[in-house]
């Protein structure tokens, strides 16, 4: 389809798929606009390309609910975007299953793609180019590889194994039991956001929330990489063997502190206090697990995500 309105396209498999386009592409529908997506499923050797607004399922503008939707291909299929043109680069919106879900209050639950993506400058995510504000997404899974090959260092972070960024600018961008097992590569050496399951906010001066797991992501979550603890606001940390159990302890990591921390039995009071509420533990040793440079600062608390 081009464009499909309102009604529902439900219950239908595509397998084996070549199509290029500029701007709007993908095997479903270039642009699926207010259509609900039900049980659909792109499969077999799939190749995709255009400028912009790309994707494996759908193009650009999904103002409806999709339910489970499946991009299950071969390894040498993949999703390509390239928003180049001349000296210029334009925003890419690509994702491998749609390149740009609207704003509004949607759903997109149990969504899964092995597809691998590429797209040349920025919003290049696993599923989605764009998490937009308003939406949930819910049993997300990306297994393929995600890739920037031509981004200044400005928006090198917006990539991720969900979404490629996420719209800060209005409701919150809700996110739950979603998993990205590829890798995120970079034309320009960057620590991805929130691990890389999603890429950076959209706007710099945003208020928006992202919530991910029921926690909520604080807008600096910068540098959390694979490995080690992810930034989230939320009072004290009177949970963190919990968050800690089986985990591999990272570094330099920005949690909350209201009061001192009770661990293993233990009370460990923040040392090094400086007028402006930051403090510094020089070492926490615990249940056989280590944090070094742990930095307090009253904004967020940490719990590492798979």
Avoid at 81 to 92: C, L, V
Avoid at 271 to 295: C, P, Q, R, W
């Amino acid at each position: 389809f081009g464009r499909t309105n309102d009604g529902e396209i439900k219950n239908l498999v595509v397998e084996n798929a070549k199509v290029s386009g500029y701007l709007n592409v993908a095997v479903v529908a270039g642009t699926p606009y207010t259509s609900k997506y039900t049980n659909i499923t792109v499969q077999g050797h799939v190749e995709i390309n255009g400028f912009s607004y790309v994707g494996a399922v759908g193009g650009k503008s999904a103002y409806a609910d999709w339910t489970n939707i499946t991009v299950n291909v071969d390894e040498t299929s993949y999703v390509n975007a390239n928003s180049i043109e001349g000296s210029k680069a334009y925003r890419t919106y690509v994702g491998g299953v749609c390149g740009f879900n609207g704003e509004g209050g949607h759903s997109f639950k149990n969504i899964t793609s092995n597809i691998d993506v590429k797209g040349s400058t920025c919003d290049v995510g696993g599923l989605f180019g764009i998490a937009h504000y308003g939406n949930q997404f819910e049993n997300c899974s990306c297994s393929g590889d995600v890739e920037i090959y031509a981004a200044e260092a400005e928006v090198a972070q917006e990539i991720g194994g969900i979404a490629g960024v996420w719209n800060n600018g209005g409701a919150d961008v809700v996110f739950t039991n979603c998993t990205f097992t590829g890798t995120l590569k970079t034309n320009i050496a960057v620590d991805f956001y929130y691990g890389g399951l999603v890429g950076k906010p959209y706007s710099k001066t945003g208020t928006g929330k992202l919530i991910i797991d029921g926690y909520e992501m604080v807008a600096n979550g910068v540098g959390m990489k694979d490995g080690e603890y992810y930034v989230f606001n939320a009072n004290g940390l009177a949970t963190l063997n919990t968050m800690m159990s089986n985990k591999t302890a990272g570094k330099n990591i920005v949690v909350n502190l209201n009061d001192d921390i009770n661990f293993e039995g233990k009370t460990w009071t923040p040392v090094d206090s400086h007028a402006d509420t930051t403090f510094s533990f020089k070492e926490l040793n615990g249940n056989g697990h280590t944090i070094y440079n742990l930095t307090i600062d009253g904004q967020a608390m940490f719990k590492r995500f798979a």
